[in-house]
């Protein structure tokens, strides 16, 4: 080490602060060396001329001076400093941070998962049309729904493509729950689907064409399906603006042709209907062009799980006669059944006066 | 709860939440070691005891942002050394002066004798004179470490530089200094 590397490190030396091999390196050389040696003793009296320097008293009151000034100034404390004074944060920032955003984005995710079940609760809760669950009298979907139809407006019920949801809305939950839960059936029906695949839309119950709604589920739901073939049909006129339009109507995934089945109580509710032949024969002029021959009274869409087709199909064969029927392939069947979609059902009703 | 038991960091806490009285407790612990800090780098007891209320003054309105990152003590060293060295171009521009007061009367140190006494007064006097002639950066790394006898470590904490440039920057301070110093006490003695 020469004298250069000495007295550049001589302060280090001093401080006691290079490692052991330096120290002894330096220590040496200062041995030896005459002129470093001086450095180095002026080096640590000049130090020491600093270290000795006394410490000086403050102005006598120097605290009590400050503190009558700081106590006429006022300090800026964040809001936030104060309204957390007591709380003593042991987590960074950037941890609380990440703890709050994903608090967050589970907020958001169940927000929306709630939004979607209360959409799917739409399509699928409103299963009056269903005999099994109108008879069923536990069952509060069935027993809810169609008192909201008879809520709604005659324009509102008119014959339109859109779907008549107006039931679901309150009981959305429940019905989506009931779908769940209801039993599976593994019948094939029908031959192989000639109807192409569509996704479940927003219906439980649509009205198409000139076809009139039932105005209250009671009639539809106790009376079985004959009764809510016939009696409510026509009670309301449709607005011209509800009009079918032959580009919305939706493509069914299976599809009947039933004819009514006079039913023993019919009598009862004639005079009910009594005062609707005038839209009935509005109505059968409208449907003329439906594929079956006689005269279609009235086309009705369920939206059925697939799992409960198969009671659907029989209890629709109990309230009338089915003189036709497309309906899904064995494969199709059990990809609906499989991926738990509704299937889109068209019904139409011919005049039982035809037979 | 005496207040000497009580941690910096909680006076802090106090002050953030409006007791401007725990400031008193921080004043009191701080304020010889701030004073001589200022003191020795302005030479002057007047400007130092004023710049020194400054100091703490300017740390009272500033603790609200104050986030205990670092030690409440070394951020008070900082904002000491920004006030002194602000007040200490505006006494340059007036010429540097000597200690004007007595120190012998304000030391807390042992009784000394008339002659020695005289003495450390001229010694004193020739290490403040070439401590108020270093610059600013050189005189501050002086202090903190010889004076204050801090650590690297917390000198580096204080000057915000690593410990490497602490060390260098302090060989060359008192390298200045021991010229400083060389010349003074030549001169004195010449004088003599």
């Known amino acids: 080490m020469n004298c250069q ?61 400050v503190m009558a000034h700081a106590r006429e100034t006022e300090i800026q404390v964040p809001f936030w400093q104060r309204l957390f004074f007591n709380v003593k944060f042991t987590l960074p920032v950037q941890a609380s ?259 | 709860m005496g207040s000497d038991s009580i941690s910096d960091a909680t006076c802090v806490r106090r002050i953030q939440h409006g007791d401007t009285d725990a400031f008193e407790i921080l004043v009191r612990r701080h304020e010889k070691v701030i004073f001589n800090l200022v003191y020795r780098m302005l030479g002057d007891y007047d400007d130092a005891a004023e710049t020194a209320q400054e100091v703490f003054l300017s740390a009272y309105r500033a603790i609200g942002k104050f986030r205990g990152e670092a030690n409440f003590s070394t951020w008070l060293y900082r904002i000491a050394i920004n006030h002194a060295n602000t007040r200490r171009k505006t006494v340059n521009a007036r010429q540097h002066r000597l200690v004007p007061i007595d120190e012998a009367e304000l030391v807390s140190e042992t009784q000394l004798g008339p002659a020695e006494t005289l003495e450390k007064k001229e010694i004193r006097e020739r290490v403040q004179q070439a401590l108020n002639e270093l610059e600013p950066e050189d005189a501050t790394v002086i202090l903190l470490r010889d004076l204050q006898d801090s650590p690297y470590e917390e000198v580096a904490r204080v000057l915000n530089v690593p410990v490497g440039t602490v060390k260098s920057r302090l060989h060359r301070a008192r390298q200045a200094l021991k010229s400083r110093l060389a010349l003074h006490f030549y001169a004195g003695r010449k004088a003599v």
């Open chain 1, 97 to 355: 941070a990440v703890v709050l955003i994903a608090v967050f984005a589970v907020l958001l995710y169940q927000r929306e998962t709630g939004l979607q079940k209360s959409d799917r609760g739409v399509t699928t809760a409103p299963l009056p049309p269903l005999p099994a669950l109108t008879q069923d009298k536990t069952n509060p979907v069935a027993d809810a729904a169609p008192s909201n139809v008879t809520k709604l407006p005659s324009s509102a019920r008119a014959n339109n493509t859109r779907p008549v949801n107006a039931p679901a809305f309150k009981n959305g939950a429940q019905a989506a729950a009931q779908s769940v839960a209801a039993a599976k059936s593994e019948k094939v029906v029908g031959d192989a689907g000639e109807a192409p695949r569509r996704p479940p839309i927003q219906a439980q119950e649509v009205a198409t064409g000139l076809e009139p709604l039932r105005p209250s589920a009671e009639s539809f739901g106790a009376g079985g399906v004959a009764g809510n073939l016939e009696q409510p049909l026509f009670r309301a006129p449709f607005a011209a603006d509800r009009a079918l339009s032959p580009f919305s109507d939706p493509i069914s995934d299976v599809e009947f042709v039933v004819r009514r089945k006079p039913p023993a109580r019919r009598d009862q509710k004639a005079s009910a209907a009594g005062d609707t032949f005038s839209h009935r024969a509005e109505t059968e002029t409208a449907v003329s062009a439906a594929p079956q021959n006689g005269s279609v009274v009235e086309v009705r869409w369920f939206n059925v799980p697939a799992d409960r087709y198969e009671q659907f199909r029989k209890e629709l064969m109990a309230e009338a006669t089915i003189e036709s029927e497309k309906g899904l392939g064995s494969a199709e069947k059990e990809f609906a059944l499989k991926s738990a979609r509704d299937l889109l059902i068209k019904v139409m009703v011919l005049s039982p006066a035809e037979r």
């Open chain 1, 5 to 65: 590397e000495v007295q550049t490190q001589l302060s280090d030396y001093l401080d006691q602060s290079l490692d052991t091999i330096r120290l002894k390196s330096i220590e040496n050389h200062l041995l030896s060396c005459i002129p470093c040696r001086a450095e180095a003793e002026s080096l640590v009296d000049c130090i020491g001329q600093i270290r000795d320097l006394p410490m000086v008293e403050p102005p006598p009151g120097f605290a009590q001076r």
